[in-house]
DNA sequence: CTGTTAGCGCGTTCAT
DNA sequence: ATGAACGCGCTAACAG
């Protein structure tokens, strides 16, 4: 590919002068300028942003690293983050973990030798390693979506344990006291902290811990189709359904549609997250809606803040938690207590 | 962050002596490596990939630039690609065009800067500047999903016409005369492809050009929505409606639940692109399914073997074409021949 | 307004 | 088995 230099000589001028006008830095004589653009459009000369990177000692590149692009939940985070790095002229690398610390530690890797400008990062497990070794090496991370067990970075969420606890209040205020929690890893701490919310509730109506029924798997469709099929065995069974995710809650439908359990005059279902519109025909779930979108923007702005130097590093780490929205629908019956 | 000189002063060694313990060239004495590795660990140094890429003349990174990390085609199209490329050593860059050519170029642009060493290209609209642009500027590229007014790249895609035919020729045997093909931008040429088929089964059924009734949108739910509300509009009414994508599919499930039309006792529909299972609780819908993960994997591989050298520069441009396949579910209802 | 020099961090080439 | 010099492509700092 054709280097400035070439250009340079084709344009009768020297490197530096190419630079400038490229970059619009400095004074250029107009004739001047001509001459080197007839040369850049002659040759096709497209800049080498390795070159400029190294020499600026930035890349323009923030990355977010999360857990799965196939869940529409986190396609809408990315979206927003995108969306705020690109406004500020950044671009946005995406890199899907599979809620794997290997992979993630991998791709992290690989962003600390690209340079990137800063990360955002959904940490695949509770395993702080990674996190000191952004720290150590100073790239500026944010975390998203989940707590760390240590205030080591800065974070942005939404409040999961608010929105399971609104949620599994609605069940109770409908007459449900056999409530199934299908929730995922214990290492995630959206996972426990929507487990949390429904304990709360579930306290508060005076049910004490043997009333509990969570059950432990994983944000995923198969995760969820095992879980519902657990529960549709119990008896007595659940009156009520909460799938803690959206893939979960999606599960829980199909595996009650194939036992033939109607929704929600058979059983009740909550979820949590909910689906764009361009992805449901007639939403029916009541369901905690996150503001993915919002989240995903906020966090890229706080880490641009971070870079730009606009926040005080000896500052204290912020966690910043969004609220949820209850959107209720129709999968919630009301029942006799029992 | 630290550099090779600042490892090798601490291990007491020179730099290049570093650089073969990292990247496992040349001969070294145990002893020495292991100075090297202490070095290493203690200052927590990671190689600057720009400056490899730099003196390497390859980055080891790839694109593929797509309309919509949104859609479900285009993330399982997206997670096959990641997986073939980093299979092979490789990573994968992600860029949304939102269909606009503007945005297209901007990307390439920064593709073209970032030294990708190849590139994956949905076109955005039948321009074959960047195409061109890419040619001139030697980056391996392959085009997916669509095909080029001229061949000018390599082209990995589905057979739109086929599918189309299959799915049409479908509803004509079930007593469908009056069928509403609602599809993408004319300016797109899987939209356009579907249409061909449409058309070709209606002309051998012997149906002539004013049985057509093509609605051109885009391939978006709320272009779907426009379409099917004119479609409710027609007197008479389609018996059936062909909704050549996902997001017009829904879009056209959405209008008729709104409008009280139930699928398929009062209208057939059928659609291009399945959903994946966790994205869906009762797979209703008659549609045509492409491919899309095997897609993404054969596109990546046909462009690492380019960048491999594997292929003859001077063959032909190849042109994989992979056959779709009906999947029938219950939403075509049989009709009496009008 | 334009050019020269030097160096960003690394690895190839050629010595030793 | 290890090192010195040079250059990858670009631009900051300093001259002129």
Redesign the interface.
């Known amino acids: ?1 054709t280097t400035i230099r070439e250009v340079a000589k084709l344009a009768g001028v020297a490197p530096i002068t190419v630079s400038r006008v490229i970059n619009h830095t400095g004074y250029i004589r107009d004739e001047t300028r001509q001459k080197v653009e007839s040369a850049v459009n002659q040759l ?1 000369y ?9 020499r600026w000692k930035q ?1 323009g590149m923030l990355a977010l690293v999360l857990t799965d ?2 869940n ?1 939940f986190w ?2 985070v ?2 927003g983050a ?1 969306d705020a790095a690109s406004a500020a002229g950044y ?1 946005l ?2 890199c ?1 973990t599979d809620e794997s610390p290997e992979k993630q530690e991998s791709y992290l ?2 962003l ?4 990137v400008d800063g990360i955002l990062l959904v940490p695949a497990r509770a395993d702080l390693k990674d996190i000191r ?1 952004a720290r ?3 790239v500026p991370l944010v975390v998203l979506d989940r707590r760390l067990t240590e205030s080591l970075a800065d974070c942005v969420r939404c409040d999961s344990e608010a929105g399971a606890y609104q949620l599994t209040r609605l069940l109770l205020e409908r007459g449900h006291r056999n409530i199934a929690l299908l929730t995922g890893s214990p290492q995630v701490t959206t996972a426990t902290d929507r487990v949390s919310g429904y304990r709360k509730a579930l306290r508060e109506a005076g049910l004490n811990t043997n009333r509990e029924i969570v059950f432990y798997g994983a944000f ?2 198969e995760s969820g189709l095992e879980m519902a099929r657990q529960v549709l065995e119990m008896k007595p069974r659940p009156t009520a359904i909460f799938a803690a995710n959206n ?1 979960i809650a ?2 829980v ?2 595996a009650l ?1 194939v036992a033939n359990v109607r929704v929600p005059d058979d059983i009740s279902v909550v979820g949590f997250d909910d ?8 939403p029916v779930l009541t369901v905690v809606a996150q503001p993915a979108y919002q989240m995903g923007v906020l966090a890229t702005n706080m880490l641009l803040k971070k870079l730009t130097g606009e926040t005080d590093p000896s500052d204290a780490y912020q966690e910043v938690v969004l609220p949820v929205e209850i959107v209720e629908r129709k999968s919630v019956q009301v029942t006799r207590i029992a």
Not at 48 to 53: E, I, K
Not at 112 to 115: G, I
Not at 275 to 282: I, R, T
């Open positions: 590919m096709g497209v800049p080498n942003s390795l070159s400029q990177s190294l890349t692009v196939t529409p396609t809408t990315a979206r995108e671009h690398i995406l899907n890797k690989a600390f030798q690209k340079r070794q150590k090496l100073r995923t469709l893939f999606l599960a439908l199909q549609r689906l764009p519109a361009s992805l449901q025909v007639d």
